[in-house]
């Protein structure tokens, strides 16, 4: 399974934990091009970071465009249901 399809998963599965929240702030990151902190990410699980590592690589291939779509599609939902809703 490709690190996107994971990232999917795990946003899909888990909306309001730590990992969903990561996720969609390195996506939405990738996809602006907006610098992210690396320190927040000290403290992360080790396999968790490999995914981390895993999509960013992945998101420069085109093979994975629609895989992508479908991310940053997910990923804006989210982020409008956080904000409609104060999660932090």
């Given at each position: 399974?490709?690190?996107?399809?994971?990232?999917?998963?795990?946003?899909?599965?888990?909306?309001?934990?730590?990992?969903?929240?990561?996720?969609?702030?390195?996506?939405?990151?990738?996809?602006?091009g907006t610098p992210l902190p690396l320190?927040?990410?000290?403290?992360?699980?080790?396999?968790?970071?490999?995914?981390?590592?895993d999509l960013v690589?992945?998101?420069?291939?085109?093979?994975?465009?629609?895989?992508?779509?479908?991310?940053?599609?997910?990923?804006?939902?989210?982020?409008?249901?956080?904000?409609?809703?104060?999660?932090?």
């Amino acid at each position: 399974m490709t690190a996107i399809k994971r990232a999917t998963k795990i946003i899909e599965s888990l909306p309001h934990g730590l990992q969903a929240s990561q996720l969609a702030e390195v996506v939405s990151a990738l996809e602006s091009g907006t610098p992210l902190p690396l320190s927040q990410f000290n403290h992360t699980d080790l396999r968790f970071l490999r995914l981390l590592l895993d999509l960013v690589e992945e998101w420069q291939m085109d093979r994975h465009e629609k895989q992508r779509k479908h991310l940053l599609s997910l990923v804006q939902n989210f982020e409008d249901y956080r904000s409609n809703n104060d999660f932090t």
